[in-house]
């Protein structure tokens, strides 16, 4: 059995059915492991950002204050809490990616296979137009780039 449900003005490519089903299962796969990436990533900066949190709160002890060697420490360790930004960076690059492929694994199964009466088709929402909902590339102290 073949999969061709697109109009005959339409220019279409005859795919083996169970090579569909397993193109599909393999892109849901994908958003499956994204979306753990993204929980790991999420889970790992909130442990990363209460041990700065903690190290700096160790470093304003009153007798530590005045040294400029751990005011060094501590102009660093602003600066590492800032680059922890990049988690959300990557959080929104997962979800828009596991978005695209999501769309394209039910589109898939939609145009081959069609939806039988009474069938729920899974809700998907529209495919992201633009490639890269994250434009930035870099972060610095105080600078805040909207997007």
Do not use: W
């Amino acid at each position: 059995m073949h999969a061709s449900l697109t109009p005959p003005s339409v220019p279409s490519v005859q795919m083996p059915l169970m090579l569909v089903a397993e193109v599909q299962d393999s892109l849901l796969v994908v958003v499956h492991d994204l979306n753990r990436l993204d929980g790991l990533l999420a889970h790992t900066m909130e442990n990363l950002m209460e041990r700065f949190t903690a190290a700096s709160a160790n470093l304003a002890t009153p007798d530590l204050i005045l040294s400029k060697e751990l005011d060094a420490v501590r102009t660093t360790l602003r600066a590492a809490v800032t680059e922890l930004q990049f988690q959300d960076i990557a959080s929104q690059l997962i979800s828009h990616t596991s978005k695209i492929l999501q769309g394209c694994a039910y589109r898939l199964a939609s145009e081959s296979m069609g939806s039988e009466d009474g069938e729920a088709v899974p809700f998907v929402e529209e495919v992201p137009e633009r490639p890269n909902p994250v434009t930035q590339d870099e972060m610095d102290a105080g600078s805040i780039e909207l997007f």
